[in-house]
């Protein structure tokens, strides 16, 4: 359990408006208000009925959940608060809820709200029921060539809006690749995401400062210019 110090330092960044705090002039006249249209509800997890886990990262994990009372379901992503201070990975966090809650594309998964507790960070996104792409390679063995063109070109179409806007994913692999009822992509997992610094997305100064060293992607995944100890780029 987390309790004051750091603990509170993360809920207070994640209420429903992030105001800025300039360290200096430059950033006073840059001074910006985030106001979240994804809210940040007064839920707890009992609210909840939880269902199969989905997916586990390196300080979350999904599962299927299903709001009591109502047919509403979501991909609940829960972090635990005393994992991610450990583990310095708060601006990671920071940088995917203020991120995620300004994307509109039908390519890239939903934010619907985000709720907390003493132990846990909770963001309720959109369930994509189809799973992962990546189990669906490992249960065909391969894709059909229309197969792998169809879901390229959605990809690759998600991909152009992101970069439009100066972000950059940084960890594209099949177990983030989603798949609709209907069986389309939607990109999830921002927690690696790097905005540019004339991003049109609207980010603190200083989670841009200090996401630059931040590790993209996964070992088997990564991009050649990280394997160079390089800055990962859109290309």
Known sequence: MVVGGEGDEIERNFQAKVRLEPRNREEAAQRISIAFRAPQENFTIRDFELGKVLGVGSHSKVVRAKK????????????????????NKVTCVK???IVLDQLDHPGIVGLYFTFQ????????????????LFDL???????????????????????????????????????????????????ADFGS?????????????????????????RAAYAPPEILNSSPATPG
């Open 68 to 87: 009591k009372g109502s047919e509403h379901v979501y991909a609940l992503k829960i972090m635990d608060k005393d994992f991610i201070i450990k583990e």
């Open 95 to 97: 940088l995917e809820r």
């Open 117 to 132: 507790d003493a132990r846990c960070l909770y963001m309720a996104l959109e369930s994509c029921e189809g799973g992962e």
């Open 137 to 187: 390679i490992s249960k065909r063995g391969r894709l059909s060539e229309i197969e792998a063109r169809f879901y390229t070109a959605e990809v690759v179409e998600a991909l152009e809006y992101l970069h439009g806007l100066g972000l950059i994913h940084c960890d594209i692999r099949p177990e983030n690749l989603l798949l609709t009822a209907d069986g389309h992509i939607k990109i």
């Open 193 to 217: 995401v790097k905005p540019d610094k004339d991003s049109r997305v609207t980010v603190p100064l200083n989670l841009l400062s200090e996401n630059t060293q931040a590790s993209a992607g």
